[in-house]
């Protein structure tokens, strides 16, 4: 069947260290990922995206990688801030006749400590 | 742009009411779709709705219904509410909805007693 899953449902981090989310999905026909973070009280915010003909993509001290190979996504997050503190999901797109379908991972709560 | 909007934020009904909620996507996004988090379930799928036709269903009883009009608003209604209802919904809206970005809006917390 279809799953998303994340490794690790809670991250501490220090102040400037870097993150490093994880998450395994297992459906192969999955064509399009998706990072939200979701802040207490707030609906999921998009941080960034990825393509499955892509391997790597950047963004303002994000990068999310991609490994087809193993079915794996991992979210970096670069000198975190205390303002990441936040459930980090992942979710994977899988379009069908025209249609969509996104399965949400179950979160990581990262955990920032000064 | 404005953002997605949803009212009302928050929600108390009691057992065997019904409930409807609603949603205001992001100006020009045709596709709306609803999730239910509750933490024992995390973020899941209701439905999606596109040009006023619903395209794509989660598994959800018929309890759950939703439905959108031509200015790409969307609503969703909940008949006789159980306490496992009790939950936040979120909708999030794209342009077409295949293989787009989802914005979510902040979400209505519903408390079912």
Known sequence: ???????????????????????????????????????????????????????????????????????????????????????YFCAENIRSGGYQKVTFGTGTKLQVIP | KAGVTQTPRYLIKTRGQQVTLSCSPISGHRSVSWYQQTPGQGLQFLFEYFSETQRNKGNFPGRFSGRQFSNSRSEMNVSTLELGDSALYLCASSGRGAGETQYFGPGTRLLVL
Not at chain 1, 32 to 37: E, L, T
Not at chain 1, 57 to 65: D, I, K, N, P, S
Request: proline share 3%.
């Open chain 1, 1 to 87: 069947g279809e799953s998303v899953g994340l490794h690790l449902p809670t991250l501490s981090v220090q102040e400037g260290d870097n993150s490093i989310i994880n998450c395994a999905y297992s459906n192969s026909a999955s064509d399009y990922f998706i990072w939200y973070k979701q802040e207490s009280g707030k609906g999921p915010q998009f941080i960034i995206d990825i393509r499955s003909n892509m391997d790597k993509r950047q963004g303002q001290r994000v990068t999310v990688l991609l490994n087809k190979t193993v079915k794996h996504l991992s979210l970096q997050i670069a000198a975190t801030q205390p303002g990441d503190s936040a459930v």
